[in-house]
C-alpha cells in the first residue's frame, strides 16, 4: 500500500494529538511524544542520548562519529520514547523532524528514520527547522502566551534575534556576524583549559570568579545589518563574539609583538583565581552583549507601535544561570513574559521539534516524503 502525503486526510487540531518529534542535527540523538492538550504542548517522553562521551577528546563534534553514533542509537531511542509514553507507533498524528540546519550527516539518519516511521504508519512527516524549535521550548509543559513576540535562539551554532507574529511566523531582527555565542563560550573553555564541553564548565566556574576583573571589547555594529537594505550609521541588532574570544587569548597567551612598538607586558600569571576571574569576566561581557540588543529590539519595536508582550528564549545558552537571571530582571523591566525553557528543553531536544510541529499540523501543513535534510535554515539569510 502506498502512503503519499497526498492520501493522508485532512488533519485536525484537537486535544489529544500526539506528535513523535526526532531530533539528530548535531551530536544528540533524541526522540519524544508531545501531546496537544488545553492549547499547549505537553510532554510525554522526552529521550536523549547525548555523544559528548565519543567527542570529548577531540574538543569539538567530529561529524562522521556523530552520524555513525546517531544510525546505532536511533531506534533504540525512539523506542524508548514510545515505551516511557506507554504509547505505540498506531497511537501517533504525525513524525516530526529537525530536518535544518545542521550536520548533513546526522539530519540525514533521523529524516531517513523519520519518513520510514511515517511511511510504515501512514502518517505525515513535518520537516522542522531547528532553529525555529528552540523559540518554542520555553512553551512546553507551560500556559499558552500571547503574541507577538521577540524571540532569541543562543545555541552553540545560532545566536538569532527574530520578532514572531506565533510560532510558524517570524522575521529575523539580527544575528551573529561571526562565532555564536555558545560556540564562543565553548573556545574561551578551552583556552581556560576548563574542558569540554565548554559552556556549562565555564558558567560553573564564573561564580567562584570577579566579573569586573577584565573589560572586554564591545562591539558597536552599524551599517550594513544582515537585515535586507539597512545601510546606515544607526546600530544594527546582530551580535559579534569573535573580538571578546581575541580578547581572552591575548589575556591568557600575552598581546604578541609589534614591529616597533613597545614590547607589551607579560600576561598576568594563569593562576586557578585568574581563570575563574576570566571566566566571569567573559561571561559577564557575553550576556551583556545579549541583553543589550534585546533592550534595544524592545526600544525600537516601541517606537513602531509594535510591543511585544512575550520574550521567547531558547539554545544551551539559555541554560547559563547568570544570563537566565538577566532575562528575568528584563521581564520585570519591560513588564514582557519572560519564557525560559526547562534545563533539559535548553539544550538540543526533540520535545521542541515536535512541539513546533503541532503549530504546523493543526494548520494543515505537512512534508512529502521526499522532505530532504538541508545544512542550512531558511529562516531570514541564515
Ligand atoms: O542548543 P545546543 O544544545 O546545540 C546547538 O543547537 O548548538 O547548545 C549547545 C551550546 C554549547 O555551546 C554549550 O557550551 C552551550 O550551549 N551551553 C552553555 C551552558 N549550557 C550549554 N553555555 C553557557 N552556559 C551554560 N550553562
Ligand atoms: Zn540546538
Redesign the pocket.
Known amino acids: 500500500m502506498s502512503h503519499s502525503p497526498q492520501s493522508i486526510p485532512a488533519h485536525q487540531a484537537t486535544d489529544g494529538t500526539l506528535i513523535l518529534g526526532i531530533e539528530t542535527?548535531?551530536d544528540?540523538t533524541a526522540a519524544s511524544i508531545v501531546e496537544w492538550r488545553d492549547g499547549a504542548p505537553r510532554v510525554l517522553s522526552n529521550v536523549v542520548s547525548t555523544q559528548h562521551e565519543i567527542h570529548a577528546r577531540y574538543a569539538g563534534v567530529v561529524p562522521e562519529l556523530a552520524s555513525r553514533a546517531h544510525l546505532e542509537r536511533i531506534v533504540p531511542v525512539v523506542r524508548e520514547a514510545l515505551r516511557s509514553a506507554e504509547l505505540a507507533g498506531r497511537h501517533i498524528s504525525a513524525v516530526a523532524v529537525g530536518n535544518r540546519p545542521g550536520l548533513i550527516g546526522s539530519l540525514l539518519v533521523g529524516n531517513a528514520a523519520a519518513k520510514a516511521y511515517a511511511w510504515s504508519l501512514g502518517i505525515p512527516v513535518i520537516g522542522i527547522d531547528?532553529i525555529a524549535a528552540?523559540l518554542v521550548a520555553g512553551l512546553l509543559d507551560a500556559p499558552p502566551v500571547g503574541w507577538p513576540a521577540l524571540g532569541l535562539v543562543a545555541?552553540?551554532?545560532?545566536t538569532h534575534l527574530f520578532r514572531m507574529n506565533d510560532p510558524r511566523s517570524m522575521t529575523l531582527l539580527g544575528r551573529t556576524i561571526d562565532d555564536?555565542i555558545?560556540?564562543a563560550?565553548?573556545k574561551a573553555a578551552t583556552l581556560l583549559s576548563l574542558g569540554y564541553?565548554?559552556?556549562?564548565l565555564?558558567?560553573e566556574r564564573s561564580s567562584s570568579g570577579d566579573a569586573t576583573a577584565m573589560r572586554f571589547p564591545t562591539p558597536r555594529l552599524t551599517g550594513r545589518s544582515v537585515r535586507e537594505g539597512s545601510q546606515s550609521s544607526e546600530r544594527t541588532l546582530d551580535f559579534s563574539f569573535s573580538g571578546m574570544k581575541t580578547a581572552l587569548l591575548y589575556a591568557v597567551r600575552g598581546v604578541p609583538p609589534v614591529a616597533n612598538r613597545p614590547a607589551p607586558r607579560p600576561p598576568l600569571p594563569l593562576t586557578e583565581q585568574r581563570v575563574s576571574d576570566l571566566a566571569a569576566s567573559f561571561q559577564s561581557a557575553a550576556v551583556n552583549q545579549v541583553m543589550d540588543v534585546l533592550n534595544r529590539a524592545m526600544e525600537r519595536l516601541e517606537a513602531q507601535n509594535d510591543r511585544p508582550v512575550t520574550l521567547l528564549v531558547g539554545?544551551?545558552?539559555t541554560?547559563?544561570?547568570h544570563l537566565r537571571a538577566q532575562l528575568e530582571m528584563f521581564g520585570t523591566q519591560h513588564g514582557i513574559d519572560v519564557r525560559l525553557p526547562a534545563q533539559k528543553y535548553?539544550?538540543?531536544n526533540a520535545a521542541m521539534i515536535a512541539a513546533l510541529a503541532h503549530w504546523r499540523y493543526a494548520a494543515g501543513e505537512h512534508d512529502h516524503l521526499r522532505l530532504a535534510p538541508r545544512s542550512h535554515s531558511l529562516l531570514g539569510r541564515c
Open positions: 542535527s548535531c544528540e531547528h528552540h545555541s552553540g551554532g545560532h555564536a555558545g560556540e563560550f565553548d564541553p565548554g559552556g556549562p565555564l558558567d539554545g544551551g545558552v541554560a547559563n544561570r535548553c539544550v538540543d
